[in-house]
């Protein structure tokens, strides 16, 4: 089974500089820097990307991004599964405030 490794912003910049700004070929930068030739090159497609595009979302806003969206969609299925238990409740504990309640 493959694991997927994780790489530094600052490992992530240097080896998409060594492609754009030095024009080293990619293959040979991924060979000398041990990483996969499809790994890098999508890195470098990505930058490409962004330059082109000034109102891209930067890296950082990316990942903020996906932690919100990640948050949201854990929040949703609280908030579904309390919506649920609420009407599970017998109905002298989900409607009647506690003052009116007869024990």
Known sequence: MLTRRRYTKEFKTEAKGLVLKQKIP??????????????????????RLRLADPNALSETELEE?????????ILKMERDLLKKRQFTLPRTHRQVPIRERQF
């Open 26 to 47: 990619v293959a040979q930068v991924a060979s000398d820097l041990g990483i996969g030739k499809s790994t890098l090159d999508k890195w470098v497609r990505d930058e």
């Open 65 to 73: 991004l996906s932690r919100l969206r990640k948050e949201n969609r």
